[in-house]
Every structure is written in C-alpha cells, then in structure tokens.
C-alpha cells in the first residue's frame, strides 16, 4: 500500500506497461499532444502505432490526499472500474488501458492519478448535434435516450451526463454507436422516474429533440411520455432560470466593482 506507485493494466495491453509507468516523467517534461488543460489534463500520445488518450487527475487538496490514499480507490482507477462496468451491460466507452497511481511522503499521501484508454474513433461529440448539420441527428438522440434508460434501469447513474462527454458515431447499416466518457462519478442505486429526467437535464435540446429524448426514454423504462416531458422541461426551465441569475449576479458584481 506503501509503495510510491500503483497501478493496473489490463489484457490485451500488457505491451503498455513501460509506458504507463513513465506516465508522470512524461507529463513532467510535457510529451505528448495536449487536447485539454484545466482541473485535469488530457495529452494523446501514439505508442507503436497506437494511439493514446491519457488524463491526468490533478492533485487532491490534502484530506483527500489522505481519503485517496486509504479509503477511496482513485478517479483513475475508478474511471477503468466503470468501464468494464458500462461493457457489461452493452454500454460503450474507450477502452481503458489501465492506470497508475503516484503517491508521496513515503507512499503514506496520495498525489495524483493517470487514466490510459485507446482513443476513441467516435467523430460527433454530443454538441456537435446543436452546430453542425447530422442527418441522424435524432437517431444519436434516441440512442442517448435509451442508453440512459440502460444506466438508470441498472441503477447507475452518470454524474456529468452532459454535451462533452457523449461520443457517437452512425455505422453502415444505419444504427448508432455511443460511447460515454469522464465515468469516474457514477452513483450506484435505484434511479426514479425524477431523478432520470434530471440526470438529462444538461443536454442541450431543440423543441424535436427534447420530444424524442423524452417519448424515447420513457417508452425504455415503460413511463408516461408526456410527464417525462413536462419534467424535461421543467429542469430545463430551471437551468435557465438558475443560469440567469448567475449572470445578473456576476454583471451586479461587476458593476460594483467599477
């Protein structure tokens, strides 16, 4: 438990392994192709041809510098848990490679943890749908639909279900291919008719995309289309109302400040 580095790799993948363990010396001396910085960070690197996607979870403040490193397994190791989860009930995501944790003061604190999967070949991001003209369009909604139905039936629940972290593709025959990302915040029991509908809440919709997602999600878990409707678009309302408030709040705050 002491040691400055865990980590796990998972079959077929074991010809990663070198690489996974120089993870923190190659972020330390910024390799890779860097596609997001913020909180975490996302670097792609190409390994024998393959192609890499690895995050890298920033530091924990010290408490759970102290969780991590006793009590709660890492968002890395977490991340490749809800994978195989997902993969179990037909749910697709970017096969995850492995991680690797990196602790400090002697392997008694944690410091931080890098997620590998492959990169996903899905070319639509869920926003995509908003800003660029899909002709299956409603078809990727439907399939959003009926895989949170999926998630929910089973009692999992996506914390950020939300436009980033849905990727989708339209295979030959016509049918949708989904994968979901950033799976380290997924909450376990049972998933009601509200708390569903709240979980969609945060995808961005047009008036016939709101109805499909709607008609499509209840008919997946046998409710009443037309509630499951009137509660989409109650949250919606909702976030609008809350987000506007935010904006009057920070314009007030602003003008305070001049």
């Given at each position: 438990m002491l040691h400055p580095h865990t980590f796990e790799i998972y079959e077929p993948y074991d010809h990663f392994r070198e690489f996974l363990l120089s993870l923190p010396q190659r972020f330390s001396r910024g390799e890779g192709e860097c596609i997001y910085k913020g909180r975490n960070e996302l670097r792609v690197f190409t390994v024998n041809g393959t192609r890499l996607v690895v995050k890298s979870f920033g530091r924990p403040h010290f408490i759970n510098q102290l969780v991590y490193g006793f009590l709660r397994p890492s968002k890395a190791r977490r991340s490749c848990e809800h994978a195989h989860l997902l993969a179990s009930l037909g749910i697709g995501s970017p096969a995850p490679v492995g991680y690797i944790n990196v602790r400090t003061a002697g392997g008694l604190l944690f410091d931080r943890s890098f997620l590998v999967t492959l990169e996903s070949t899905?070319?639509?991001?869920?926003r995509d749908l908003l800003t660029q003209h899909i002709p299956w369009c409603l078809d990727a909604v439907r399939e959003v639909a009926r895989t949170a139905a999926r998630l929910h039936d089973?009692?999992?629940l996506h914390k950020d279900f939300s436009r980033g972290n849905i990727l989708l593709d339209q295979r030959p025959d016509g049918t949708i291919r989904l994968e979901?990302?950033?799976?380290?915040?997924?909450?376990r029991g049972p998933v009601s008719l509200q708390a569903g509908c709240h979980n969609l809440e945060r995808?961005?919709?047009?008036p016939e995309m709101q109805e499909v997602l709607a008609t499509t999600y209840a008919a997946a878990r046998h409710f009443e289309p037309?509630?499951?409707?009137?509660?989409?678009?109650?949250?919606?309302s909702q976030q609008h109302d809350h987000m506007a408030e935010e904006c009057a709040s920070a314009?007030?705050?602003?003008?305070?400040?001049?």
């Open positions: 899905c070319p639509v991001v869920y089973n009692g999992l979901l990302i950033d799976l380290n915040r997924m909450r995808l961005p919709v047009t037309q509630e499951c409707l009137r509660l989409l678009r109650s949250f919606r314009a007030c705050s602003r003008g305070g400040e001049a």
